[in-house]
């Protein structure tokens, strides 16, 4: 069975760090790209960041430049998503996804996990 597992959410003050697991099973995140997207209540689920399969490229938006990092390590399977910096506009649920090709359209994404909570704030 496809899954995506993500963990790594909760409670961090603002300026605090975060790093984000998402784990594969029942496929190889080899020949996938990755994508993280979060959706805060009332907002539209919004792409956070990708990676690449082939070459290994990334993707972030505007906002996360220079605070989010995402990396992926093939033998285990795993994405990472290392947020520092963190602001209470970061407070969301944030999933990872597989696609073909990195996208910022969620539709093109095959494989959803179920999210994890993600809250900033003092």
């Known amino acids: 069975q496809v899954q995506l597992a993500e963990s790594g959410g909760g409670l961090v003050q603002p300026g605090g760090s975060l790093r984000l697991s998402c784990a594969a099973s029942g496929f190889t995140l080899d020949y996938y790209a990755i994508g993280w997207f979060r959706q805060a209540p009332g907002k539209e689920r919004e792409g956070v960041s990708c990676i690449s399969t082939n070459d290994g490229s990334t993707y972030y938006i505007d906002s996360m430049k220079g605070r989010f990092t995402i990396s992926r390590v093939n033998a285990k399977n795993t994405v990472y998503l290392q947020m520092n910096s963190l602001k209470p506009e970061d407070t969301a649920v944030y999933y990872c996804?597989?696609?073909?090709?990195?996208?910022?359209?969620?539709?093109?994404?095959?494989?959803w996990g179920q999210g994890t909570q993600v809250t900033v704030s003092s």
């Open positions: 996804a597989a696609a073909s090709s990195c996208t910022s359209w969620p539709y093109d994404y095959d494989y």
